[in-house]
């Protein structure tokens, strides 16, 4: 059965960190790129980071470049995103996905489309 399963959420500071991490089967992990999006109350899903099967090529959302830091162990096949500086517009269900390549293209790397396969989500709250 294909799973991806977060953890690492919770509530945390204005200013504060956390990690995120995302567990995934053999099968769908492996030669992906693996990327995370996050969606807040009443508003759309958006892309977060994505970082391809090697971690050559990584991509950050100018909301969280600077701040956040996405990386994996393809040996524990798990993909993690470091938050620091959190701040309260970064509270959200953040989820992680499997892009369909093993790098993400350019053009689409942010769109939903590109990901075939969802995790769960975790809530991340940031309180002011």
């Known amino acids: 059965q294909v799973q991806l399963v977060e953890s690492g959420g919770g509530l945390v500071q204005d200013g504060g960190s956390l990690r995120l991490s995302c567990a995934a089967s053999g099968r769908t992990f492996s030669g992906r790129a693996m990327g995370w999006f996050r969606q807040a109350p009443g508003k759309e899903r958006e892309f977060v980071a994505v970082?391809?099967?090697?971690?050559?090529?990584?991509y950050y959302a100018d909301s969280v470049l600077g701040r956040f830091a996405i990386s994996r162990d393809n040996a524990k096949n798990t993909v993690y995103l470091q938050m620091n500086s959190l701040k309260p517009e970064d509270t959200a269900v953040y989820y992680c996905?499997?892009?369909?390549?093993?790098?993400?293209?350019?053009?689409?790397?942010?769109?939903?489309?590109?990901?075939?396969?969802w995790g769960q989500g975790t809530q991340v709250t940031v309180s002011s």
């Open positions: 996905a499997a892009n369909k390549n093993g790098v993400p293209y350019r053009g689409s790397y942010y769109s939903g489309i590109m990901y075939d396969y």
């Open positions: 970082i391809s099967w090697t971690g050559s090529t990584i």
